[in-house]
């Protein structure tokens, strides 16, 4: 019997017909007969229960609770007894240490080029109304033996703070570094503060480029203005193009995101980083991330996700100090987010990550964009807004079943949603070129999957390896390009972007990858020829389906299982895949299924480890609510 039946059986619902009973039966279980001494001793044994009242955790306890940290630049040494946790404070995520009334932390360092000390800071309480008025004293004291300067830091309760102090009168000296939290009269423990991720930094050298990182979630790259599509979503992308390199024929690893941003994040194949999908969709922290190694290499991390899968507490977080999840899936609110950090930061080495929403399903743009692409070519409407007024069609349960109408609903909703984050391009890109920063910073878009418009009989993404699903955008812009607006259109892959990206930055990779730089093709369009192009999928909404695929050249085979399945496509032939020609070209099918064979053999599975526990009640809410599972 569950607590839920037992609950339910002494419940009053008045006199259930046939029973007799004032009491509603549930489960299996039915009442006949109850004393009245028995019901009143259980009355009066449920009101005591629920007079011990479990104790509220303490402050304490709230920080204990709390998930490990990085290692940090500053204070991290055993001198220090503060605890170093992963601290999330409305939906911005760090690394901090915990200071409770009367600890401080110490550190020494030498002064040589660093021109300034920045941190954040928070205040955290088991309860706000045990926190004192005034606040007991949190401050920074830099000194020598000759010279001492004092900073008061006043921390806000349930929200991040920044701060950044010069360091110039401290050039070339040995500088004792205290945060000290003061022990308030009388004394508590019911509150502490965050101290996030303090660094000294330096400006930057003439040389040194930033590293802007913008991914846009299920954006399928036919439906932009640069690739042929007929429709206006993309204007401000297709002017952008002409500053840039664009890679024409770029494969994601996987066809939905948490695998594909594995990939973006460590150039390795997904089976090697271990997020794959079903029970293993969380990034494990054995991999070296690209944040990682920026962060090691001096640079100041912060990633800014809509996706409700790119996130903390998916793993995704791994070397960015500041990590920071946007409930609102529209692109301008996560402009809005991002851009005060990045103004804040811009005079330092920096590397931001995006990652917008838009256009995943459900596909609502908001206005006008919701209306932008109601009409025909014919400048006659292609659907009724009164047909579509409730909720909006699930995208995944839908086939080739679907009506006319519904069909050109959804597809002018997704346009919608891609001329969405396009506008919001626009807007971020403006502060970019007022604040100087395309003159310092490699700028690269992308996508993580593509989207299926019943091309093979169903909508969405995720349940196939087909061109729509793993063809994504790659646009790069970085100072000096030497052919700006060239088109590059040799297969390359998600996988090469980290090793790209480091290579441009002249930063050396922190752990073996398995992609490779595309700079040769700056220069030359055609310095190397295609790249090979694995894919892997473990589906986690249909039970036991896994695939994998592999490209070369114009030829591409798909394995799949539940059902069985083997199939080859010539793709200077057939584009749409929709010619299998496994039983006419056997032999080219056993050379391509030995080369799937041979590279999973050659992965190392390094991050992947044991089976991880199935999705918790939180993921599969969250899985519902976007449509993956019923």
């Not at 920080?63 to 220090?80: I, K, T, V, Y």
């Not at 609102?328 to 930061?345: E, F, I, S, V």
Request: charge should be neutral; hydrophobic fraction near 40%; charged fraction near 20%.
């Amino acid at each position: 019997m569950t607590s839920r039946q037992k609950l339910d059986i002494l419940r009053p619902d008045g006199n259930r017909k046939g029973s007799g009973l004032p009491f509603r039966v549930s489960g299996d279980i039915i009442i006949f007969v109850m004393h009245r001494r028995i019901l009143l001793a259980l009355c009066l044994g449920g009101i005591l229960c629920s007079c011990r009242r479990q104790p509220q955790p303490t402050a304490q306890d709230l920080a204990r609770s709390l998930p490990p940290a990085e290692p940090m630049a500053l204070f991290d040494h055993s001198g220090n007894t503060a605890l170093r946790k992963r601290v999330t404070v409305a939906g911005e995520t760090r690394d901090a240490f915990i200071l409770f009334p009367g600890q401080e932390l110490v550190d020494k360092k030498v002064i040589a080029g660093e021109k300034q000390i920045s941190l954040a800071v928070a205040l955290l309480a088991s309860s706000p109304a045990e926190v004192p008025a005034p606040l007991p004293k949190l401050a920074l004291i830099r000194n020598t033996p000759g010279l001492r300067s004092d900073a008061e830091l006043f921390p806000n309760l349930g929200v991040w703070k920044e701060y950044s102090f010069s360091l110039a009168r401290f050039a070339d000296q040995a500088v004792s570094l205290r945060i000290s939290f003061e022990k308030p009269i009388p004394a508590t423990q019911s509150f502490f503060v965050a101290i996030a991720n303090p660094v000294l930094t330096k400006a930057p050298a003439p040389e040194q480029l930033n590293l802007i990182l913008i991914n846009i979630d299920t954006l399928r790259p036919s439906h932009l203005g640069w690739f042929g599509y007929p429709r206006p979503t993309s204007p401000f992308l297709d002017s952008l193009a002409q500053e840039c390199v664009l890679f024409e024929q770029t494969s994601a690893q996987a066809s939905w995101t948490p695998p594909s941003v594995g990939t973006l994040f460590t150039s390795l194949y997904p089976p090697e980083h271990g997020s794959l999908g079903k029970d293993h969709i969380p990034l494990p922290a054995a991999n070296t991330t690209l944040a990682e190694t920026l962060r090691r290499a001096g640079y100041r991390t912060a990633a800014f996700s809509a996706s409700p899968f790119i996130t903390p507490d998916y793993g995704f977080d791994q070397g960015f100090e500041l990590f920071a999840f946007e409930p609102d899936d529209h692109a301008p609110a996560l402009n809005a987010r991002a851009l005060p950090w990045l103004k804040l930061h811009r005079d330092q080495p920096f590397f931001l990550y995006l990652m917008y929403f838009d256009p995943h399903h459900p596909y609502q743009p908001p206005p006008p964009f919701n209306l932008r692409f109601r009409n025909g070519p014919d400048g006659k409407p292609l659907w009724d807004p009164d047909h579509f007024t409730g909720a909006p069609p699930r995208v995944m349960k839908l086939d080739k079943s679907v009506d006319p109408e519904t069909f050109e609903y959804l597809r002018s909703q997704y346009d919608g949603e891609i001329a969405t984050v396009d506008q919001a391009l626009r807007e971020l890109f403006a502060p970019f070129r007022a604040w100087g920063l395309l003159d310092h910073s490699i700028v690269m878009i992308t996508s993580d999957h593509g989207e299926e418009f019943l091309d093979h009989g169903r909508f969405g993404h995720g349940r196939t390896l087909y061109e729509e699903m793993i063809r994504v955008l790659l646009l790069v812009r970085a100072p000096g390009l030497p052919h700006p607006g060239q088109r590059v259109s040799r297969m390359v892959r998600v996988l090469d972007i980290m090793p790209f990206a480091l290579d441009l930055l002249g930063v050396p990779p922190a752990a073996p990858l398995e992609g490779k730089s595309l700079v040769p093709f700056l220069t030359n369009p055609e310095a190397e020829p295609d790249r090979e192009a694995f894919a892997s999928m473990q589906y986690f909404t249909e039970e036991g389906r896994t695939g994998r695929s592999l490209r070369q050249g114009n030829l591409k085979l798909i394995l799949s299982t539940h059902p069985d399945d083997i199939a080859l496509y010539d793709l200077s032939t057939d584009p749409g895949e929709t010619r299998n020609l496994a039983h006419d070209r056997p032999d080219q099918v056993r050379r391509l299924t030995d080369r799937i064979t041979a590279l999973e053999k050659a992965m190392p599975a390094t991050a992947f480890g044991p089976p991880l526990n199935p999705p918790g009640a939180e993921t599969k809410k969250l899985l519902k609510s976007l449509g993956y599972v019923q």
